[in-house]
């Protein structure tokens, strides 16, 4: 049953007993922390992304609507597919570069290991703190980033790399982005969870996490 009201040229209709439609939740608050679904960006928001090669362009583009066309992927320990409801940083990566056509190994470690053994390893001495600094001039978008430090592995691996990115280049208004899964980075002053685009931030100085390197997944 409907009841129609009309107020100047506005019809409503209102169906008796509906309820309102809940709108999909896009952020949390655990222990006074707001953790919200990471950003979603296309690739017209990026400078320059036409400009690079097509290999890129699809890598990139690839990454993107990984986040796009899932629901909100939170970060989850061991995840490496939509399917497991989230990602950790390395199993993002591994599901984007297979879904591309790659053939990564599977943890942030093994990942750089794979670089560096195809001599596709740009090494950042050092701790840089802005992507502006001369040790990341050959850096472009569609490299993989490495981080070590991040966390304490106990997996007993030799390669002390924890962390793993997909860097997108720069927004329109020089905002340097990458792209991958975490719980705790931000953008635009947002805290995240899982996969989508956070800022790319050096870690301070007194931080324990270092940007150790960076290049192309071999084959690309």
């Not at 909100?72 to 297979?98: H, I, N, Q, T």
């Not at 705790?184 to 931030?201: L, M, W």
Request: proline residues 6%; aromatic residues 10%; charged residues 25%.
């Amino acid at each position: 049953m409907h009841k129609i009201s009309f107020i100047g040229f506005l019809s409503v209709a209102v169906t008796l007993g509906a309820l309102p439609t809940r709108a999909a939740k896009h952020s949390y608050t655990v222990g006074g922390t707001t953790y919200h679904r990471p950003a979603l960006l296309e690739t017209a928001d990026l400078t320059g992304f036409k400009k690079l090669s097509e290999a890129r362009q699809r890598l990139i583009t690839a990454a993107l609507e990984t986040a796009r066309k899932n629901r909100w992927l939170k970060y989850k320990f061991g995840g490496s597919s939509p399917s497991a409801g989230g990602f950790d940083c390395s199993g993002a990566m591994y599901y984007v570069l297979r879904s591309s056509g790659y053939r990564p190994p599977r943890t942030s470690a093994q990942q750089y290991g794979w670089l560096r053994d195809a001599r596709k390893i740009t090494k950042v001495a050092g701790r840089p703190q802005s992507p502006d600094d001369r040790a990341f001039k050959k850096l472009t978008p569609g490299d993989m980033v490495f981080w070590s430090g991040t966390y304490v592995p106990t997996d007993g691996r030799v390669v002390k790399v924890t962390h793993v990115s997909l860097y997108l280049g720069q927004e329109k208004d020089g905002r340097h982005v990458m792209i991958g899964a975490s719980k705790g980075r931000s953008y635009r002053g947002k805290r995240g969870d899982g996969y989508g685009v956070y800022d790319f931030r050096l870690p301070s100085k007194g931080s324990k996490a270092r940007v150790v390197g960076f290049g192309p997944p071999p084959g690309l």
